[in-house]
Protein backbone atom coordinates (compact mmCIF):
# COMPACT_ATOMS: atom_id res chain seq x y z
CA UNK A 1 0.00 0.00 0.00
CA UNK A 2 0.87 3.72 0.24
CA UNK A 3 0.30 6.52 2.41
CA UNK A 4 1.02 9.85 1.28
CA UNK A 5 0.11 12.97 3.91
CA UNK A 6 -0.16 16.79 3.14
CA UNK A 7 -1.84 19.22 5.07
CA UNK A 8 -5.49 19.62 4.44
CA UNK A 9 -5.39 23.47 4.57
CA UNK A 10 -3.15 26.70 4.66
CA UNK A 11 -3.12 29.93 4.32
CA UNK A 12 -0.48 32.90 3.30
CA UNK A 13 -0.67 36.29 2.58
CA UNK A 14 -0.14 37.84 -0.82
CA UNK A 15 3.60 38.67 -1.56
CA UNK A 16 4.72 36.17 1.19
CA UNK A 17 6.45 32.48 1.02
CA UNK A 18 4.31 29.02 1.92
CA UNK A 19 6.20 25.78 1.97
CA UNK A 20 3.73 22.84 1.35
CA UNK A 21 4.98 19.73 2.82
CA UNK A 22 4.56 16.07 1.44
CA UNK A 23 5.18 12.71 3.31
CA UNK A 24 5.06 9.46 1.21
CA UNK A 25 5.48 5.91 2.37
CA UNK A 26 5.07 3.25 -0.75
CA UNK A 27 7.01 0.50 -2.48
CA UNK A 28 8.54 1.09 -5.88
CA UNK A 29 8.36 4.74 -5.78
CA UNK A 30 9.84 6.23 -9.30
CA UNK A 31 9.00 9.94 -9.00
CA UNK A 32 6.98 12.85 -6.98
CA UNK A 33 4.86 15.03 -8.86
CA UNK A 34 2.68 18.45 -7.72
CA UNK A 35 0.09 19.75 -9.53
CA UNK A 36 -2.03 22.14 -9.10
CA UNK A 37 -6.32 22.54 -8.89
CA UNK A 38 -8.38 25.35 -8.79
CA UNK A 39 -12.06 24.35 -7.96
CA UNK A 40 -14.18 22.45 -10.60
CA UNK A 41 -11.25 21.88 -12.96
CA UNK A 42 -8.44 19.87 -13.78
CA UNK A 43 -4.98 18.99 -12.28
CA UNK A 44 -2.45 21.44 -13.71
CA UNK A 45 1.53 20.02 -13.65
CA UNK A 46 3.75 21.94 -11.55
CA UNK A 47 6.94 19.77 -11.33
CA UNK A 48 8.57 16.33 -11.19
CA UNK A 49 11.34 15.27 -8.82
CA UNK A 50 12.94 11.97 -8.95
CA UNK A 51 16.56 12.21 -7.35
CA UNK A 52 16.86 14.23 -4.29
CA UNK A 53 17.74 17.97 -4.68
CA UNK A 54 16.16 21.16 -5.81
CA UNK A 55 13.72 21.81 -8.38
CA UNK A 56 13.39 25.47 -8.72
CA UNK A 57 10.86 26.62 -11.96
CA UNK A 58 10.35 30.34 -11.20
CA UNK A 59 8.03 31.44 -8.29
CA UNK A 60 7.93 27.27 -7.66
CA UNK A 61 10.54 25.14 -6.14
CA UNK A 62 9.92 21.46 -5.44
CA UNK A 63 12.34 19.53 -2.72
CA UNK A 64 12.78 15.79 -2.94
CA UNK A 65 14.53 13.35 -0.15
CA UNK A 66 14.01 10.03 -0.79
CA UNK A 67 15.32 8.53 1.70
CA UNK A 68 13.25 10.86 4.39
CA UNK A 69 10.39 9.99 2.03
CA UNK A 70 9.67 14.39 1.58
CA UNK A 71 9.00 16.35 -0.15
CA UNK A 72 7.96 20.28 -0.15
CA UNK A 73 6.76 22.97 -2.89
CA UNK A 74 7.68 26.35 -2.27
CA UNK A 75 5.46 29.02 -3.38
CA UNK A 76 7.54 32.39 -3.31
CA UNK A 77 5.49 35.62 -3.94
CA UNK A 78 2.36 34.49 -3.71
CA UNK A 79 -0.63 35.93 -5.86
CA UNK A 80 -4.17 36.05 -5.56
CA UNK A 81 -4.39 33.76 -8.18
CA UNK A 82 -2.12 30.74 -6.30
CA UNK A 83 -5.52 30.08 -3.95
CA UNK A 84 -6.19 26.62 -5.34
CA UNK A 85 -5.12 23.07 -4.14
CA UNK A 86 -1.77 21.30 -4.20
CA UNK A 87 -1.45 17.88 -4.92
CA UNK A 88 1.30 15.31 -3.99
CA UNK A 89 1.14 12.76 -6.08
CA UNK A 90 3.55 9.59 -5.98
CA UNK A 91 5.46 7.18 -9.24
CA UNK A 92 4.84 3.48 -8.51
CA UNK A 93 7.13 2.36 -10.85
CA UNK A 94 5.80 -0.82 -11.05
CA UNK A 95 2.33 -0.02 -13.14
CA UNK A 96 3.57 4.04 -13.64
CA UNK A 97 0.55 4.87 -11.85
CA UNK A 98 0.22 8.15 -10.03
CA UNK A 99 -1.33 8.37 -6.41
CA UNK A 100 -2.52 11.08 -5.46
CA UNK A 101 -2.29 12.46 -1.81
CA UNK A 102 -5.75 14.63 -0.40
CA UNK A 103 -3.97 17.65 -1.34
CA UNK A 104 -3.97 21.28 0.05
CA UNK A 105 -5.86 23.72 -0.06
CA UNK A 106 -4.28 26.77 0.12
CA UNK A 107 -5.90 30.06 0.48
CA UNK A 108 -4.36 33.30 -0.02
CA UNK A 109 -5.40 36.71 2.10
CA UNK A 110 -4.56 40.21 0.36
CA UNK B 1 2.27 21.05 -24.20
CA UNK B 2 0.32 17.75 -25.02
CA UNK B 3 -3.52 18.00 -25.10
CA UNK B 4 -6.03 15.60 -23.89
CA UNK B 5 -9.69 16.29 -24.46
CA UNK B 6 -12.85 14.55 -22.33
CA UNK B 7 -16.53 14.36 -23.89
CA UNK B 8 -19.48 15.56 -22.42
CA UNK B 9 -17.80 18.01 -20.08
CA UNK B 10 -20.83 17.85 -18.06
CA UNK B 11 -23.68 15.14 -18.06
CA UNK B 12 -26.79 14.97 -16.37
CA UNK B 13 -28.39 12.01 -16.54
CA UNK B 14 -31.62 9.99 -14.91
CA UNK B 15 -31.05 6.96 -12.28
CA UNK B 16 -30.37 3.93 -14.16
CA UNK B 17 -29.12 5.38 -17.27
CA UNK B 18 -25.50 4.45 -18.75
CA UNK B 19 -22.83 6.97 -19.64
CA UNK B 20 -20.40 6.89 -21.86
CA UNK B 21 -17.53 9.47 -21.69
CA UNK B 22 -14.48 9.92 -23.65
CA UNK B 23 -10.82 10.95 -23.52
CA UNK B 24 -8.35 11.55 -26.31
CA UNK B 25 -4.89 12.31 -26.40
CA UNK B 26 -5.02 14.99 -29.57
CA UNK B 27 -1.45 15.27 -30.37
CA UNK B 28 0.26 12.09 -29.37
CA UNK B 29 -0.28 8.69 -28.96
CA UNK B 30 -1.19 6.79 -25.46
CA UNK B 31 -0.64 3.48 -25.22
CA UNK B 32 -2.13 3.65 -21.62
CA UNK B 33 -4.53 6.05 -20.09
CA UNK B 34 -5.62 6.57 -16.31
CA UNK B 35 -9.52 6.93 -14.73
CA UNK B 36 -9.68 8.88 -12.07
CA UNK B 37 -12.50 9.96 -9.71
CA UNK B 38 -13.21 13.08 -7.60
CA UNK B 39 -15.76 13.47 -5.27
CA UNK B 40 -15.86 17.16 -3.64
CA UNK B 41 -13.31 18.71 -1.55
CA UNK B 42 -11.53 15.24 -2.07
CA UNK B 43 -8.54 14.23 -3.70
CA UNK B 44 -8.26 12.01 -7.15
CA UNK B 45 -8.84 8.64 -6.71
CA UNK B 46 -7.54 5.99 -9.19
CA UNK B 47 -10.30 4.03 -10.43
CA UNK B 48 -8.52 2.45 -13.70
CA UNK B 49 -5.68 1.49 -15.70
CA UNK B 50 -6.80 1.41 -19.63
CA UNK B 51 -3.82 -0.21 -21.86
CA UNK B 52 -4.67 -0.34 -25.73
CA UNK B 53 -5.70 -3.35 -27.12
CA UNK B 54 -6.11 -5.26 -23.83
CA UNK B 55 -8.21 -5.38 -20.72
CA UNK B 56 -8.30 -2.12 -18.19
CA UNK B 57 -7.08 -2.84 -14.70
CA UNK B 58 -9.16 -1.66 -11.69
CA UNK B 59 -8.07 -0.70 -8.98
CA UNK B 60 -9.36 -2.64 -5.59
CA UNK B 61 -13.22 -1.46 -4.67
CA UNK B 62 -13.99 -0.34 -7.95
CA UNK B 63 -16.12 -2.76 -10.34
CA UNK B 64 -15.26 -2.98 -13.08
CA UNK B 65 -19.12 -4.39 -14.49
CA UNK B 66 -20.06 -1.25 -13.49
CA UNK B 67 -17.42 1.06 -15.12
CA UNK B 68 -16.53 -0.74 -18.60
CA UNK B 69 -13.70 0.71 -19.83
CA UNK B 70 -12.33 0.50 -23.41
CA UNK B 71 -8.90 1.17 -24.92
CA UNK B 72 -9.78 0.79 -28.85
CA UNK B 73 -7.06 3.01 -30.40
CA UNK B 74 -3.79 4.95 -29.25
CA UNK B 75 -5.96 8.04 -28.84
CA UNK B 76 -9.10 7.20 -27.80
CA UNK B 77 -10.33 5.25 -24.13
CA UNK B 78 -13.76 5.38 -23.40
CA UNK B 79 -15.68 4.63 -19.38
CA UNK B 80 -19.04 3.94 -19.66
CA UNK B 81 -20.45 4.30 -16.14
CA UNK B 82 -23.68 1.33 -16.23
CA UNK B 83 -27.02 1.80 -14.44
CA UNK B 84 -25.90 5.18 -12.79
CA UNK B 85 -27.00 6.07 -9.45
CA UNK B 86 -26.72 9.56 -7.26
CA UNK B 87 -23.79 8.16 -5.19
CA UNK B 88 -22.07 7.67 -8.46
CA UNK B 89 -22.26 11.91 -9.25
CA UNK B 90 -18.97 12.82 -9.32
CA UNK B 91 -16.00 14.50 -11.43
CA UNK B 92 -14.25 11.73 -13.72
CA UNK B 93 -10.84 12.53 -14.64
CA UNK B 94 -8.55 10.88 -17.39
CA UNK B 95 -4.99 11.13 -17.71
CA UNK B 96 -2.87 9.96 -20.71
CA UNK B 97 1.09 9.08 -21.07
CA UNK B 98 3.04 9.88 -23.79
CA UNK B 99 4.07 7.53 -25.57
CA UNK B 100 6.66 9.28 -27.49
CA UNK B 101 8.34 9.69 -24.09
CA UNK B 102 7.66 13.60 -24.11
CA UNK B 103 9.20 15.36 -21.09
CA UNK B 104 9.99 12.72 -18.62
CA UNK B 105 9.08 9.54 -19.01
CA UNK B 106 5.98 8.77 -16.37
CA UNK B 107 4.78 12.56 -17.22
CA UNK B 108 1.17 12.15 -17.58
CA UNK B 109 -1.25 14.86 -19.31
CA UNK B 110 -4.88 15.46 -18.01
CA UNK B 111 -7.88 16.00 -19.67
CA UNK B 112 -10.07 18.56 -18.02
CA UNK B 113 -12.50 16.13 -16.47
CA UNK B 114 -16.50 15.52 -16.97
CA UNK B 115 -18.81 16.43 -14.53
CA UNK B 116 -21.67 13.47 -13.88
CA UNK B 117 -24.95 14.49 -12.23
CA UNK B 118 -27.40 11.37 -11.74
CA UNK B 119 -30.93 12.62 -10.55
Known amino acids: GQNIDQPTEMTATEGAIVQINCTYQ??????LFWYQQHAGEAPTFLSY????GLEEKGRFSSFLSRSKGYSYLLLKELQMKDSASYLC???????????FGSGTRLSIRP | GAVVSQHPSRVICKSGTSVKIECRSL??????MFWYRQFPKKSLMLMATSNEGSKATYEQGVEKDKFLINHASLTLSTLTVTSAHPEDSSFYIC???????????????FGPGTRLTVL
Open chain 1, 89 to 99: AVVKSSASKII
Open chain 2, 27 to 32: DFQATT
Open chain 1, 49 to 52: NVLD
Open chain 2, 95 to 109: SARDRGGRGSTDTQY
Open chain 1, 26 to 31: TSGFNG
